[in-house]
């Protein structure tokens, strides 16, 4: 038999067993592979084994599930494959995923997170680099014992010698990206999962505490460019840390590998940085080091910080490419994380602006710096949202689009930067057509981020593009598990696919993780309305924080009720309290109460103004009632959203 009947009874006897996912055409190399992965001692699975007579569907179903790797042969006939696309998602989705490249072809839109082994130059040799890293790479995601036929060829001490000079020299220049070879981890079982923890401020003046933040950030961003390896959002990190359990309880709630922690003491014109990486298995420190600087030095001094922990972590060296969009002069970059800290507690109109000001400091002593302009434009775009009055959006949404500009002109691969444009002209212009480039182009930059992610999910959703947007939040939550906002909008996705009775564990998960976060009640009230518990539904719009959602969901669940009385009263304090504020969620509650006319009114009210509850416009069930109306396709069409 090619695949064990019980698989679970045979662990402990059985080597691994890998799947083949690969297209009709590439059949000739899909063998070759078998063949030379036999020879390696795996037992591999490919659809030329089913046998006569077999249902072929339900075979490579049963296959895929009982798979330990899923080995997806990428290439220029795969990726228009819907068979190998839903072979790749089943690997990913089960952590079994090893992505190749036959060709030199990228793997598509949402398997890019992963590096793929490229054997566009691999002839068949048992013995080349190419399956040592693919070896490797299934070793790093399989819980099956390995073959123990396997071996690899020796490195020499000139080769570690040469290595080792590179790397320094790599350091000491700034700007080092690492990467696992072939995009697998060297040696042994080296893990491939990390959490940065926030790096403690040791510093007299506590008023500097945003820079232990802004290199926790930096140091987390540097490990992000270190192809494979998976490393923890700030939000999950940080609250796992505020815990106070030791280390192996960390790692095993995070689920990863490792942890790196730090601490940061900034005095005049020196910081002085010491760092502990810690397995999370043993909870013993594998390596720590503490250094000494000049705040001139901070730049290559955070790449250098990912150097050492990727040496500790047995990666290997590939590549330099250099971050995009950054600065060299310590006083812009201060500012600049002085406005990323302020604009990261999301606190209020003031503290807003104060983060505003500090990006515009920044910029005017380096006007170069993109990684500035692209945050101003997220402030002003976050002002317009949260606090502008309508006749202001236009105004403010024009300076975020300049802002986001002149950051792609400066650094067009800057994720941030793509990011920016595309929520300016998202929620500001009302206009997914336009926006769709730079979201996608920022999805593709994104490196393991996760708040790009989550945003392009969201994007995703509100534009009718549910399978994008499920793969991108489910990419986000494995980044940011302990995150309310990403549990919350997975709800908001499972809800927008009309998938209500999946919304609800999510919703209730991110109150878990915050009680008091907005909007998730109203959402998990939808999705029961829809599912028709009126009276839970109504439980969730009176548990509601925001009161425009509250106001909003309770007139309609109470017509719903038939308390028309009630239903009346909460509509009426709805236009008392936010007034044009709230014209999109007037339109909700008009169309749920059949008053098609006026709710087509107020949508249209609601396009002239800018208000951004449109971007819900397309999947939203509260205006299926109006979607027959010609306005309302006019409507659509004059957002590009229908």
């Known amino acids: 038999?090619?695949?064990?009947?019980?698989?679970?009874?045979?662990?402990?006897?059985?080597?691994?067993?890998?799947?083949?996912?690969?297209?009709?055409?590439?059949?000739?190399?899909?063998?070759?592979?078998?063949?030379?992965?036999?020879?390696?001692?795996?037992?591999?699975?490919?659809?030329?084994?089913?046998?006569?007579?077999?249902?072929?569907?339900?075979?490579?179903?049963?296959?895929?599930?009982?798979?330990?790797?899923?080995?997806?042969?990428?290439?220029?006939?795969?990726?228009?494959?819907?068979?190998?696309?839903?072979?790749?998602?089943?690997?990913?989705?089960?952590?079994?995923?090893?992505?190749?490249?036959?060709?030199?072809?990228?793997?598509?839109?949402?398997?890019?997170?992963?590096?793929?082994?490229?054997?566009?130059?691999?002839?068949?040799?048992?013995?080349?680099?190419?399956?040592?890293?693919?070896?490797?790479?299934?070793?790093?995601?399989?819980?099956?014992?390995?073959?123990?036929?396997?071996?690899e060829k020796a490195i020499s001490r000139r080769s570690m010698i040469g290595a080792s000079a590179g790397a320094g020299a790599l350091v000491a220049a700034g700007g080092v990206t690492w990467a696992v070879k072939e995009g697998v981890f060297g040696g042994g079982e080296a893990p491939n999962s990390i959490a940065v923890l926030p790096f403690k401020d040791l510093g007299?003046?506590?008023?500097?505490?945003?820079?232990?933040?802004?290199?926790?950030?930096?140091?987390?961003?540097?490990?992000?460019?270190?192809?494979?390896?998976?490393v923890l959002a700030a939000t999950s990190s940080e609250a796992a840390s505020k815990e106070k359990a030791d280390a192996k309880t960390i790692a095993r709630k995070?689920?990863?590998?490792?942890?790196?922690?730090?601490?940061?003491?900034?005095?005049?014109?020196?910081?002085?940085?010491?760092?502990?990486?810690?397995?999370?298995?043993?909870?013993f420190s594998k390596w720590s080091t503490k250094v000494d600087r000049k705040l001139t030095d901070i730049f290559a001094l955070q790449s250098e910080i990912a150097a050492l922990v990727a040496r500790a972590m047995s990666i290997t060296i590939v590549s330099t490419e250099a971050p995009k969009g950054g600065t060299k002069n310590v006083e812009a970059y201060e500012h600049f994380l002085r406005g990323r800290a302020l604009f990261n507690l999301g606190k209020d109109e003031p503290t807003d602006?104060?983060?505003?000001?500090?990006?515009?400091?920044?910029?005017?002593?380096?006007?170069?710096?993109?990684?500035?302009h692209a945050a101003r434009s997220r402030a002003i775009a976050a002002l317009?949202?949260?606090?502008?009055?309508?006749?202001?959006?236009?105004?403010?949404?024009?300076?975020?689009?300049?802002?986001?500009?002149?950051?792609?002109?400066?650094?067009?691969?800057?994720?941030?930067?793509?990011?920016?444009?595309?929520?300016?002209?998202?929620?500001?212009?009302?206009?997914?057509?336009?926006a769709r480039p730079f979201y996608d182009r920022a999805f593709a930059l994104a490196n393991g981020n996760a708040d790009i992610l989550l945003l392009f999910a969201l994007y995703c959703s509100r534009a009718g593009r549910a399978a994008d947007a499920q793969t991108a939040i489910a990419q986000a939550l494995a980044l940011d598990p302990l995150n309310a906002r990403?549990?919350?909008?997975?709800?908001?996705?499972?809800?927008?696919?009309?998938?209500?009775?999946?919304?609800?564990a999510p919703l209730k998960r991110a109150l878990e993780l915050n009680p008091n976060l907005s909007n998730a009640h109203s959402f998990a009230g939808y999705s029961k309305m829809m599912l028709g518990d009126l009276a839970g539904a109504a439980a969730e719009f009176e548990a509601e924080p925001h009161s425009i959602f509250r106001l909003s969901g309770l007139a309609i669940v109470k017509w719903k009720m038939g308390d028309s009385v009630a239903a009346r009263r909460y509509f009426d304090q709805l236009i008392a309290d936010a007034g044009d504020a709230a014209l999109y969620q007037q339109a909700q509650v008009l169309a749920q109460w059949g008053r098609k006319d006026e709710a087509?009114?107020?949508?249209?009210?609601?396009?002239?103004?800018?208000?951004?509850?449109?971007?819900?416009?397309?999947?939203?069930?509260?205006?299926?009632?109006?979607?027959?109306?010609?306005?309302f396709a006019r409507l659509g069409r004059e957002m590009a959203l229908s």
């Open 254 to 283: 995070l689920d990863v590998a490792w942890l790196l922690e730090g601490s940061a003491q900034l005095a005049d014109d020196m910081v002085r940085i010491a760092v502990n990486l810690t397995d999370g298995d043993t909870g």
């Open 384 to 434: 317009a949202v949260e606090y502008a009055p309508a006749s202001k959006l236009r105004t403010l949404y024009d300076d975020a689009i300049r802002a986001a500009q002149r950051a792609i002109d400066i650094a067009p691969d800057l994720a941030e930067a793509q990011l920016a444009m595309g929520f300016a002209l998202f929620a500001g212009r009302l206009d997914v057509a336009r």
């Open 486 to 504: 990403t549990h919350r909008a997975s709800g908001s996705i499972e809800y927008a696919a009309r998938n209500y009775r999946a919304a609800l």
């Open 353 to 372: 602006r104060a983060a505003l000001a500090q990006f515009d400091a920044a910029i005017s002593i380096d006007p170069e710096f993109a990684r500035a």
């Open 204 to 230: 007299a003046d506590k008023g500097q505490a945003y820079f232990a933040e802004g290199l926790t950030e930096e140091v987390r961003a540097s490990l992000r460019r270190i192809s494979g390896l998976k």
């Open 1 to 151: 038999m090619v695949m064990p009947d019980d698989p679970g009874s045979e662990a402990k006897a059985r080597q691994a067993i890998l799947f083949l996912s690969y297209a009709r055409d590439d059949r000739a190399r899909a063998e070759k592979l078998a063949t030379a992965l036999r020879h390696h001692g795996f037992e591999v699975w490919w659809d030329a084994l089913i046998e006569g007579g077999a249902q072929f569907a339900s075979t490579i179903s049963e296959a895929l599930d009982k798979a330990d790797a899923v080995l997806v042969l990428w290439s220029r006939n795969s990726i228009e494959s819907d068979w190998v696309r839903d072979e790749a998602a089943t690997g990913r989705d089960r952590h079994r995923l090893v992505p190749l490249s036959l060709d030199g072809t990228k793997p598509p839109l949402g398997f890019r997170q992963y590096q793929a082994i490229n054997l566009s130059h691999w002839r068949g040799r048992e013995d080349a680099r190419e399956m040592a890293a693919i070896v490797r790479a299934v070793g790093s995601v399989c819980q099956a014992p390995m073959p123990k036929v396997v071996r």
């Open 600 to 631: 087509m009114a107020a949508l249209e009210k609601a396009h002239a103004v800018g208000d951004f509850g449109l971007i819900y416009f397309a999947t939203d069930p509260f205006l299926d009632p109006l979607r027959k109306e010609p306005r």
